[in-house]
């Protein structure tokens, strides 16, 4: 499969623990995107690279979470101190160059916070 | 104001009906758009580009009109296989960081009953 993947799909975790997702783009994608989507909404965009430069972080992106693309290749995020609202789907999605006007997305990560 | 609105639904239409979703966007510097389609549980999955002109993909026709922001989608002859999401995109770009960024409404739900 050279889609995009994440990894886990799944992850259950209580309240004030730390989690980490991490995304493989499709290969030849040098844009990559991390979103958030809750139950009966559209995916919100969270951070944005290029290569392995984070252009973009929004606002909804707290202190709590980091991202990281060391090698311009995959990508990790990470939460820390977990709360009961970061309970959504994290979904991250990959594009070509300037007209990467298509995004490609993964399966998504479902985060659950006890 | 949601910058992309549309109705939530849902809609439910019997097989071989035709069913039309509309969407408006509030940035008239949006410059392009989209209608994905995401089954339940599944990531957000490219549908088809909307273009001034409006365009045809088989059974799924979309219209665009920049003067009153707004965008719709029309599906003739609807199978069971189309229940699912649809989610109205907007892409604007920000020219200070390359970040080209898609806006998801909230999605329209649709149910094609047998």
């Known amino acids: 499969d050279t889609g995009v993947s994440q990894d886990p799909r799944h992850k259950i975790t209580k309240r004030g623990q730390n989690v980490t997702f991490r995304c493989d783009p499709i290969s030849e994608h040098n844009r990559l995107y991390w979103y958030r989507q809750t139950l009966g909404q559209g995916p919100e965009f969270l951070t944005y690279f290029q290569n392995e430069a984070q252009l973009e972080k929004s606002r909804l992106l707290s202190d709590r979470f980091s991202a990281e693309r060391p090698k311009g290749s995959f990508s990790t995020l990470e939460i820390q101190r977990t709360e009961q609202g970061d309970s959504a789907m994290y979904l991250c999605?990959?594009?070509?160059?300037?007209?990467?006007?298509?995004?490609?997305f993964g399966p998504g990560t479902r985060l659950t916070v006890l | 104001r949601k910058e992309v609105e549309q109705d939530p639904g849902p809609f439910n239409v019997p097989e071989g009906a035709t069913v039309a979703f509309n969407c408006t966007y509030s940035n008239s510097a949006s410059q392009s758009f989209f209608w994905y389609r995401q089954d339940c549980r599944k990531e957000p999955k490219l549908l088809m580009s909307v273009y001034s002109s409006g365009n045809e993909d088989g059974r799924f026709t979309a219209q665009l009109n920049r003067a009153s922001q707004y965008i719709s989608l029309l599906i003739r002859d609807s199978k069971l296989s189309d229940s699912a999401t649809y989610l109205c995109v907007v892409l604007a770009e920000f020219m200070d960081t390359g970040r080209r960024a898609l806006t998801f409404g909230s999605g329209t739900r649709l149910q094609v009953q047998p």
């Open positions: 999605a990959s594009s070509f160059g300037t007209t990467g006007d298509e995004q490609f």
